[in-house]
């Protein structure tokens, strides 16, 4: 059974277009994140949400909304896609007191 | 601001080697320090974890030191074998920053048969 799973897996579009991304955990944990892996590999964390509730905003563009309609559950839209949002993009959750994430397989977004 | 760095961007071993993979960081309020391991294709997976009143903690066939004093972090593999070529990062939290793990540049390990 996948702890942490995210789809879909690959995800191309145009500029303009609006897309999400789901994942979903089962792994018990009231911490959730989606984090963003640049071309250089360089992951950054974008939103924490914890028992459905925002937690961390890490000044990512309005056009990036998530959405968690439970605690085993956070989505991602993305509207008016850009060019620079090509990435892939890696859904977390944590549940103990240390902090350790556990990471989805991750969704390779590719904007034209 | 918080950052995580690592001084080697690609490391390249022979199989049976000992790798070590360094990473230096600036927030002197990280309590808690993660490697993962990232295979291509995959998420970040955890490779081991240390938190700041220690200065060593040994896992199979890896260990982490940390030292507090010049903020720096390590990873060693002993014996390298090829399954372990991969992206290793290595992460930090501070004590009121909510889970969240800032993560380091990434470092590229090969390992050669």
């Known amino acids: 059974d996948t702890a942490v799973s995210q789809t879909p897996k690959y995800l191309v579009t145009q500029m303009g277009n609006d897309k999400s991304i789901k994942c979903e955990q089962n792994?018990?944990?009231?911490?959730m994140y989606w984090y963003k892996q640049d071309s250089k590999k360089f992951l950054k964390i974008m939103f924490s949400?914890?028992?459905?509730?925002?937690?961390i905003n890490e000044t990512v563009p309005n056009r990036f909304s998530p959405k968690s309609p439970d605690k085993a559950h956070l989505n991602l839209h993305i509207n008016s896609l850009e060019l620079g949002d090509s990435a892939v993009y890696f859904c977390?959750?944590?549940?103990?007191?240390?902090?350790?994430?556990?990471f989805g397989s991750g969704t390779q977004l590719s904007v034209l | 601001g918080e950052s995580v760095g690592l001084h080697l961007p690609t490391l390249s071993v022979q199989e049976g080697d000992n790798s070590i993979i360094n990473c230096a960081y600036s927030?002197?309020?990280?309590?808690?320090f993660i490697w993962y391991k990232q295979e291509s294709g995959k998420g970040p997976q955890f490779i081991i974890d240390i938190r700041s009143n220690m200065d060593k903690r040994q896992g199979q066939r890896v260990t982490v030191l940390l030292n507090k004093t010049v903020k720096h972090l390590s990873l060693q593999i002993a014996a390298t074998q090829p399954g372990d070529s991969a992206v290793y990062f290595c992460a930090e939290k501070g004590t009121t920053s909510y889970g969240k793990l800032t993560f380091g540049q990434g470092t590229i390990l090969t390992v050669h048969p």
């Open positions: 927030n002197s309020a990280s309590d808690y």
């Open positions: 949400y914890n028992n459905k509730e925002l937690i």
């Open positions: 977390a959750s944590s549940g103990g007191t240390d902090g350790r994430l556990f």
């Open positions: 792994l018990g944990h009231d911490t």
